[in-house]
């Protein structure tokens, strides 16, 4: 089995920054890739950003790129999401997802586990 944690979510203001950590942990020997998804109240879960398991590959969804940035540290199984230049557009819940494949992906149906999810708010 393996687990996701999510954590460094918070309500900020406009312009502010935050960074999301992903700690992955359990039964998982292969390499994974990962990635971040969001979803808002009302809204359907949307792809946000996706990293290979070297890192070297990234790929952001159009609303982020610029602003987010996805990083990962395989020596301590933690993935991260940092997010700079916040909009009240940008508020949901953030998850993560592994993939157990070398490459990450924007469609959600092809990762393996998830984790349960850290909100972001972002208002005035």
């Known amino acids: 089995q393996v687990h996701l944690v999510e954590s460094g979510g918070g309500s900020v203001q406009p312009g502010g920054s935050l960074k999301l950590s992903c700690a992955v942990s359990?039964?998982?020997?292969?390499?994974?890739?990962l990635g971040w998804f969001r979803q808002a109240p009302g809204k359907e879960r949307e792809f946000v950003a996706t990293i290979s398991w070297s890192g070297r590959s990234t790929h952001y969804a159009a609303s982020v790129k610029g602003r987010f940035t996805i990083s990962r540290d395989n020596a301590k199984n933690t993935g991260y999401l940092e997010i700079n230049s916040l909009r009240p557009e940008d508020t949901a819940t953030y998850y993560c997802?592994?993939?157990?494949?070398?490459?990450?992906?924007?469609?959600?149906?092809?990762?393996?586990?998830w984790g349960q999810g850290t909100q972001v708010t972002v208002s005035s």
């Open positions: 997802a592994v993939r157990l494949h070398y490459s990450g992906s924007d469609d959600a149906n092809l990762f393996d586990y």
């Open positions: 359990g039964d998982i020997n292969d390499n994974y890739a």
